[in-house]
């Protein structure tokens, strides 16, 4: 599989005029003292919205983006799936083609984390991006994950990223040229296009 070409993040966000590059020297301060992304730092601070997070990270990693929730998924991947795993990763699967299993992402995974993705499913992987909101309530209401587990598990994801900014490496698996054509041609259900996705995206926040 190719690796993802990218951009860093924060020249994008500056490129598209969503933050300055003052801003941006001041999250980065930030992100070392807690170990957040950028994109959190900022999400954190209402500096941006999370739809300009993912506008940002698609053209950065030159992903698709997806709804999940307006996705026919199969739900029985899920079943005796690691919870723990998929929720502090981000990493919501979709469905599986042959040999293959595309995964909804709300957060670029580690090489380890692509490793045992895989491993679990025994199947190569294939990303789309979407929102963490959306992810997480899916994940919350497939495994029936109540407010204290939720807390428990976002610690941990925080806490497995102390002491260091976020891997800068992008990851070995990527999405294919055949389907980022297809989430272009087919974004959501109602046939909106990706600026009204984000349009949408924006008003529900």
Known sequence: MQKLRR??????????RVITREQLAQTLAVQKQTGESVGEVLLRENIISESDVVRCICTQYQLPFLRP????????????????????????????????????????????????LRE?????????????????TILREQFGLGQEDVMQLETQRRGGRRGGAPQETAPTAAATAQSAATAVMNPGEDGSDWESIFDEAENNL
């Open 69 to 116: 929730t307006n996705y026919d998924r199969d739900a029985k991947l899920l079943d005796g799936a690691d919870a723990e795993f998929l929720f502090i990763n981000r990493m919501l699967p979709l469905e599986t083609i042959g040999n293959c299993m595309l995964v909804a992402i709300a957060s670029i995974p580690t090489e380890e984390s692509e490793i045992q």
């Open 7 to 16: 951009k860093k993040f924060g020249e994008i966000l500056i490129a598209e």
């Open 120 to 136: 679990m499913f025994e199947k190569d992987v294939y990303y789309y991006f979407c929102m963490a909101t959306e992810l997480e």
